[in-house]
Antibody
Framework: EVQLVESGGGVVKPGGSLRLSCAAS????????MNWVRQAPGKGLEWVSS????????YYADSVKGRFTISRDNAKNSLYLQMNSLRAEDTALYYC????????????WGQGTLVTVSS | QSVLTQPPSASGTPGQRVTISCSGS????????VNWYQQLPGTAPKLLIY???QRPSGVPDRFSGSKSGTSASLAISGLRSEDEADYYC????????????FGGGTKLTVL
């Protein structure tokens, strides 16, 4: 059974850092583009970042570029998001998702991990 | 303001057919395929339609997708109470070195 399990969320002060992890099981994540999507409380979905199967191609939303870093460890079947210089507007539920065809067709999602940026 | 434009709300009665539109531009819908997601309250989004009109296994054929030029549509026929949810369109955008874009979402109410 395919599963994605996020962890690492929590409460952090503005300007602080957090590292999110996403553990994949039931498939080899090394064959897929992996992604982070977030959803602020009561708001819609926002794409955050994508990383190709071999980490050759990496993309970021303008809102996080220069502050967030996506990475992966295919040997550990894991995806990461290092978040620095956090702002109140980064408060959201962060989902990791698998892209089945490489064009935002996210066929499996985790349950999300909540990041709250507050003083 | 989302790159892809959806109506904020839609509604229908059980058994009806409803459509949700998604408008974009040449750099996203005009150049790439469109995907649709359903999000029930308190749950992660679920892939409903991918590559414009393909249904993942397990998605009822009441759900269908189409694309024309820089717009796309999701149609739900034989509306059921359990279809009440938020629906999002999504596509890759080739501008700004590449980025993913979602529509703002449409809240579907089954009356």
């Amino acid at each position: 059974e395919v599963q994605l399990v996020e962890s690492g969320g929590g409460v952090v002060k503005p300007g602080g850092s957090l590292r999110l992890s996403c553990a994949a099981s039931g498939f080899s994540s090394s064959s897929y583009r992996m992604n982070w999507v977030r959803q602020a409380p009561g708001k819609g979905l926002e794409w955050v970042s994508s990383i190709s199967s071999s980490a050759t191609y990496i993309y970021y939303a303008d809102s996080v570029k220069g502050r967030f870093t996506i990475s992966r460890d295919n040997a550990k079947n894991s995806l990461y998001l290092q978040m620095n210089s956090l702002r109140a507007e980064d408060t959201a539920l962060y989902y990791c998702a698998r892209d089945r065809v490489g064009s935002m067709a996210y066929d499996y999602w985790g349950q999300g991990t909540l990041v709250t940026v507050s003083s | 303001q989302s790159v892809l434009t959806q109506p904020p709300s839609a509604s229908g009665t059980p058994g009806q057919r409803v459509t949700i539109s998604c408008s974009g531009s040449r750099s996203n819908i005009g150049s790439n395929t469109v995907n649709w997601y359903q999000q029930l309250p308190g749950t992660a989004p679920k892939l409903l339609i991918y590559s414009n009109d393909q249904r993942p296994s397990g998605v009822p054929d009441r759900f269908s997708g189409s694309k024309s030029g820089t717009s796309a549509s999701l149609a739900i026929s034989g509306l059921r109470s359990e279809d009440e949810a938020d629906y999002y369109c999504a596509a890759w955008d080739d501008s700004l070195n590449g980025r993913g874009v979602f529509g703002g979402g449409t809240k579907l109410t089954v009356l």
